[in-house]
Structure formats: structure tokens, C-alpha cells
């Protein structure tokens, strides 16, 4: 008797737990390819959501040129590309980059500093409240730069729509 007392003790414990416990919201994962301005690139954007909620987000970029560090198999012909140029990603070439923004356009911030501030404006962000804060803009790309402190690409509206559709394709 003193077995079955001790176990109906036990279960009972356990209840409790089993009753309040909360199904964690589902993690899911949007990937797409955005060209977010131009047309001699395109931009790999990463969302990962925790039901509506972006809890991380990525942006790399792609272009074909000469003098940068080029994806995989890029230095054996891969894609047929001009002699003495790669497929590069901008993130990986950051710095290289960078350098030609500052030169060409007169950049103050690095091509990956300016990445992430993007990113981190969209973290912690729902779904709803990304693509509000994208309909505010109203397509103006100045308001865009200006929401997002200490970035200054031009694009910056365009890599948010990027994430935005990233985050609604996720499953």
C-alpha cells in the first residue's frame, strides 16, 4: 500500500508539468535569391523565425569580378565566367569591397557592417511588423537608410524586402 501511495505521489508530481507545459513555437527556415538592386548581382537572404518572430537573419551577395577570393570551384571554369574573373561573395571579399565602395562612392562603412545593422534591425521583429515597417518607407530608399542607425547603403530598402521575403518563405 505504501508503494502505490508513494507512486500516485510521484505521478501527481509530474502532472503538473505535463498539464502547463507549452508547446515551444516552431523554428523555420526562409531562404531566397533577391537581387536587391542592379543587375550585376544577387543576394542570398536568410531568415530564421520562431513562429512569426525573426530570431536571425543573412545577407550575402554575389557578383562576378576579377581580384577577389571566388566561391568554390570558381578558379576551374565554373560558370564560364571571363577569363581572370570569379564568382565572389561580398561577404567574404568584405574588406576588398569595402574598399571600392570608399574609393568609387566614398563609403564610410564596410559592405559587412552595413549587412549586419540590416540584419539586426529585422531580429526580434514578427513577420507583420518587418513588412509594416518596410510599407512605412512607402518606397522611399532615403527613409529606408535613415531607419537603420549607422547603416548607409543606397539598397537598403532593397535588402529588407529581400528578408522580408526570406521570413515569408519560411517553412
Same mark, same amino acid.
Given at each position: 500500500m505504501k508503494k502505490i501511495i508513494a507512486l500516485l505521489l510521484v505521478l501527481c508530481l509530474f502532472v503538473p508539468f505535463g498539464v502547463f507545459a507549452e508547446e515551444a513555437p516552431a523554428i523555420k527556415l526562409g531562404q531566397v535569391q533577391w537581387a536587391a538592386h542592379g543587375t550585376k548581382c544577387f543576394a542570398v537572404m536568410t531568415v $530564421? +523565425? %520562431?513562429?512569426?518572430?525573426?530570431?536571425? #537573419?543573412?545577407?550575402?551577395?554575389? =557578383?562576378?569580378?576579377a581580384g577577389m577570393v571566388g566561391v568554390?570551384?570558381? %578558379? !576551374?571554369?565554373? /560558370?564560364?565566367? #571571363?577569363? /581572370?574573373? $570569379?564568382?565572389?561573395?561580398?561577404?567574404? !571579399?568584405?574588406? @576588398?569591397?569595402? !574598399?571600392?565602395? #570608399?574609393?568609387? @562612392?566614398?563609403?564610410? &562603412?564596410? +559592405?559587412?557592417?552595413?549587412?549586419? +545593422?540590416? =540584419?539586426?534591425?529585422?531580429?526580434?521583429?514578427? &513577420? @507583420?511588423? +518587418?513588412?509594416?515597417?518596410?510599407?512605412?518607407?512607402? /518606397?522611399d530608399a532615403t527613409a529606408a537608410v535613415d531607419a537603420i542607425s549607422g547603416a548607409t547603403l543606397v539598397d537598403t530598402l532593397g535588402y529588407l524586402q529581400g528578408l522580408l521575403a526570406a521570413a515569408q518563405a519560411a517553412k
Open positions: $530564421v +523565425l %520562431e513562429g512569426d518572430v525573426i530570431i536571425a #537573419a543573412h545577407i550575402d551577395e554575389y =557578383q562576378v569580378g568554390p570551384n570558381s %578558379e !576551374n571554369g565554373f /560558370g564560364g565566367f #571571363a577569363e /581572370g574573373t $570569379v564568382l565572389y561573395s561580398k561577404r567574404v !571579399n568584405a574588406e @576588398a569591397y569595402s !574598399n571600392n565602395m #570608399a574609393t568609387k @562612392a566614398g563609403s564610410t &562603412v564596410a +559592405l559587412d557592417v552595413n549587412y549586419d +545593422l540590416i =540584419q539586426a534591425f529585422c531580429v526580434g521583429k514578427t &513577420v @507583420a511588423e +518587418l513588412e509594416a515597417a518596410i510599407a512605412a518607407f512607402n /518606397g
